[in-house]
């Protein structure tokens, strides 16, 4: 399975990356019109301008893709394809030009055409599939793509025996902020939170917005002892730094439960480990991580 094409950039910024893809697909087809036409009238004037390379799509696409995309498998597999099918062109208008097109040449033309539009339409289909996982007001990734990561995370620990943390982290009295300062400041410290576990994670940890003021967070290769560290960690980079906006500032806490994944678990029983601890830090008097065992 290939990775998911995007996950932090946002969503604006993707929406942005896919309208010139677009653009760029609506060009690939005109191109293909362009060169059957050029394979009719091999010696037309007008048809010597243009070399099949120089009209890579992924050369147009890659100033404006973010890093995530120009690195991804199907982003290489476009210019891969391409490659083939300005190779097999050339060749094609080559024996065009001097009379010996034959059936097999066309075929391998149309081979390389249709190899090309799959990887172009794999490509649309998972910018697509990751603008959905995209939650808006943070952009981090919402809940449906957490549950298919961890169903993909928790089958891996089981093949590989690797152990796997979940942490269920929750914003503490939440409420008051908004009812103090506003809805739009409760979203600002929404965003804050978010900014700021990405930034203290490690690469390979992933943040979900889990619905409302509660996250999920998945440490994939950690022990429940190195996890506890990792969110006890996050814990404190939270809580020592205030959040401002305007003239408001408040110094937000987090209460966090922090769970081993078992073998036999599915994605329900170990986020329901994670949230009775969660539901005890909180019970306990928050600003706090508590961790349960398998
Ligand atoms: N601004 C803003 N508020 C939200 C959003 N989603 C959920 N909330 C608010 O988060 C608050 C959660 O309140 P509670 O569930 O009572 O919990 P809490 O006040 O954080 O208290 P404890 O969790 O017990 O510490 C509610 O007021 C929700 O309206 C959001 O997207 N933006």
Redesign the pocket.
């Known amino acids: 399975m290939n990775e998911p094409l995007t996950r932090e950039e946002d969503t604006d910024k993707l929406a942005h990356f896919r309208s010139i893809f677009r653009e760029e697909l609506i060009r690939h087809r005109t191109y293909r019109l362009d060169l059957f036409f050029r394979l009719q009238f091999p010696n037309e004037e007008s048809n010597k301008k243009k070399s099949p390379e120089s009209l890579d799509p992924t050369d147009a696409l890659a100033s404006s893709a973010p890093i995530s995309v120009r690195q991804h498998v199907l982003f290489k597999a476009i210019s891969r394809n391409f490659g083939r099918l300005a190779s097999v062109a050339n060749e094609t208008l080559a024996s065009a030009t001097d009379g010996t097109l034959d059936a097999a040449r066309f075929r391998s033309l149309a081979a390389a055409i249709r190899r090309l539009d799959s990887a172009l339409d794999r490509f649309d289909a998972a910018i697509t599939a990751s603008l959905t996982d995209v939650d808006e007001?943070t952009g981090l990734l919402n809940r449906a793509a957490m549950e298919r990561d961890l169903e993909r995370e928790l089958a891996h620990a089981r093949r590989n025996q690797s152990p796997l943390c979940v942490a269920m982290v929750?914003?503490?009295?939440?409420?008051?902020v908004?009812d103090i300062y506003g809805?739009g400041f409760?979203?600002a410290v929404?965003e804050e939170l978010a900014d700021r576990f990405e930034a203290a994670l490690r690469p390979h940890d992933r943040v979900y917005r889990y619905g409302?003021?509660e996250f999920l967070i998945m440490l994939p290769e950690t022990t429940l002892q190195d996890g506890v560290q990792v969110i006890e960690r996050l814990r404190q980079t939270v809580s020592e730094t205030s959040i401002s906006e305007d003239d408001v500032e408040v110094f937000q806490t987090i209460s966090a439960g922090v769970a081993q994944a078992g073998e036999q678990d599915e994605n329900e029983d170990v986020i329901e480990r994670a949230d009775g601890a969660l539901y005890e830090a909180?019970a306990s008097g928050?600003n706090r991580v508590v961790a349960v065992s398998v």
Do not use: Q, V
């Open positions: 007001l929750d914003a503490d009295h939440f409420k008051r908004n809805h409760g979203d929404l409302g003021e909180k928050r």
